[in-house]
């Protein structure tokens, strides 16, 4: 599988109401409503989702947005391309949608798509799109985040796969206000025009303050951090950006201790030292952790490098009555789901349907293998209040650092 760096039209919309009739059919434990073409411009859900068993739900993420589909190895494939320019869910984020917490919103940023919105109206779940501006097929979402309570993208062009020298978006911040994706401009972030300086990576750092890295003219970086975006960053040495990327360690008293529990449980599952890609609606951007378990130089450099397990998690804390939860996904769908009244702490564990390894006739090759890819689980978070939670999984088909197909996943939590 692929690590990515740390460093961090019209919607899809179902014109004809037979075609939406074929999968409802093959996933019987699912209720779907699907709305008129009209009602679906960014402001209307495309779906309105209702699950009555434990069978899951999923979609592929089709050039004019999600689709439902049997299974993904029933999606439909394309050539596998490097991850920075394929279609994939990139980030998710978790946003509370007031003041107390008992509504909470979940985003997807699509990478050269949009965003998709998720949100739960008890035993429904409402799915919206909402597609980026032509722009966004041509730039990477390298960061997306909380920002004024909304959530913003930052899309950066992406150099390392490219034949050629992309010029940098001519807005590279997008907000999600009313309905649909506007540019928007953030101090810290938005270039100096008159020196030519362009920011090309932002993240939210392990002592919870704003990293940011601008170049000039490719050749040039610069490196700031702040604790409010609204505010221009103070220069930084490298060193302490580079220390601020990476993870923070699960005996910090900075961890909340039921996400520390989940990663002691991940870690004793997968039997190896993991680090955890953590998103979740008291974080204003996905923060990354790492286990218990110590790694030495010579631990790091055996197995390719790959003696870390790179996972994903969900956290949220207990406010309003609400229970704590947090959730840790394999690759492989397995994981470890925790949820606390502030008292006592239950874990369970739980496996996510499996997903195959499948040739992609996408690829036109004599040699089956250039033509094979594996389906992994690359992202998780977790919707609604109790005793109805569900949880979202992002799907895809890799090949080295290449995608093919990708999707996301809905299932009613019961373990």
Known sequence: MYYKPVFLGNSGIIKNILFILIPVLLIPACQ???????????????????????????????????????????????????????????????????????????????NRGGILELRNQGIENALYYHPGEEIWNDFQVAAFFRYNNKPTA???????????????????????????????????????????????SVFLGKDEIWYIKKSLSGQENNYFRTIDLSLSGQGIYVEQFLEAASPLEATSELVPPLLAWALAEA???????????????????????????????????????????????????????????????FPNGRGVYCRSNGIIIKDSHFTLPALHTTANPGIPSGNSEENTGSFVYTGVALLGNGPDIYLVAGWEEQKDWNVGAAGFLLVEINW
């Not at 209702?50 to 993420?61: D, M, N, Q, T």
């Not at 490219?162 to 010029?167: G, K």
């Open 267 to 329: 870690e004793r599952l997968a039997g190896k030292p993991c680090n955890v890609t953590v998103v979740s609606p008291d974080f204003p951007a996905k923060r990354l952790f790492s286990g218990f378990t110590e790694v030495s130089d010579a631990d790091q450099n055996t197995e390719n490098g790959e003696f870390t397990l790179e996972l994903s998690g969900y956290y949220r804390q207990n406010i309003s009555g609400k229970e704590a939860l947090a959730a840790i996904l």
């Open 32 to 110: 779907l409503k699907n709305l008129s073409p009209e009602k679906t411009a960014g402001q209307a859900p495309l779906y309105i989702i209702k699950i009555s068993g434990p069978e899951p739900y999923y979609f592929e993420l089709d050039p004019n947005g999600p689709l439902l589909i049997p299974s993904p190895a029933e999606a439909s494939l394309g050539p596998f391309i490097p991850w920075t320019h394929s279609r994939h869910i990139s980030h998710f984020l978790p946003v509370y949608t007031n003041e107390t917490g008992k509504e909470e919103v979940l985003y997807a940023a699509i």
């Open 154 to 200: 930052f899309l950066t062009s992406e150099r390392f796969f490219s034949v050629e020298e992309r010029p940098s978006p001519p807005s590279p911040l997008w907000v999600l206000w009313e309905g649909s994706l506007k540019p928007i401009t953030i101090s810290a972030i938005n270039a100096d025009k008159s020196a030519a300086w362009i920011s090309n």
